[in-house]
C-alpha cells in the first residue's frame, strides 16, 4: 500500500492521505518532543523523556497505558521503536536524509521525500502497524529538530 504525508514548514502538522483521501495526522509541538497521532483509527501519543538519554514513550491516547518506546541512536541518526514487543529498526537510507525505512525482519515500511524543499513524500508500507507508520514520522521529525537545533548553534 502507498501512502503520500505531508508536513508544514515548522513540522509540527503531517498529514497522511491514501489518494485524495485523508487517512491520518501526527500534530506535535514546536517547543517539545511530544505528539499524537491517528492513522486509519489507530490512535496513539508520544511523550519524550530525559535529557542526555532520550527516550520517546508510545502512550494510548489518553496517554495513560504504554504501548512501546523509541530509543534514539543520535551518533548514527538512527532508531529502535519497541511496540507491543515487537522490535523495528529506523535507519536513514540515504546521506541526504531523504530516504529512511523502519524495519523488522519481513516486514517495512519505506519512506521518500520526494523534494528536496518541501516536506512531503511517498510511504510503502507492508504489513506494519499504523501506531509504528506514525513512529517512523515522529522519528523522521525529532531528527530534523536535531539537525536544525546544530545548525542554529553554529
Do not use: C
Amino acid at each position: 500500500m502507498t501512502l503520500q504525508w505531508t508536513s508544514t514548514m515548522s513540522g509540527t502538522e503531517t498529514r497522511i492521505f491514501r489518494g485524495k483521501l485523508i487517512a491520518g495526522l501526527l500534530k506535535g509541538s514546536l517547543w517539545k518532543d511530544d505528539a499524537y497521532g491517528e492513522l486509519n483509527g489507530h490512535m496513539v501519543r508520544f511523550k519524550t523523556t530525559g535529557f542526555w538519554k532520550r527516550k520517546t514513550l508510545i502512550l494510548d491516547i489518553e496517554g495513560t497505558k504504554e504501548l512501546g518506546h523509541i530509543e534514539y541512536n543520535s551518533w548514527k541518526t538512527s532508531a529502535v521503536i519497541i511496540y507491543e514487543d515487537k522490535s523495528y529498526e529506523w535507519t536513514f537510507d540515504s546521506w541526504a536524509g531523504k530516504n529512511w525505512k523502519i524495519k523488522s525482519g519481513e516486514d517495512q515500511a519505506i519512506y521518500s521525500k520526494t523534494s528536496v524543499w518541501k516536506n512531503k513524500g511517498d510511504i510503502e508500507v507492508e504489513n506494519i502497524s499504523p501506531a509504528i507508520i506514525l513512529a517512523g514520522l515522529f522519528v523522521y521529525g525529532y531528527f530534523q529538530k536535531m539537525a536544525a537545533a546544530v545548525a542554529a548553534s553554529s
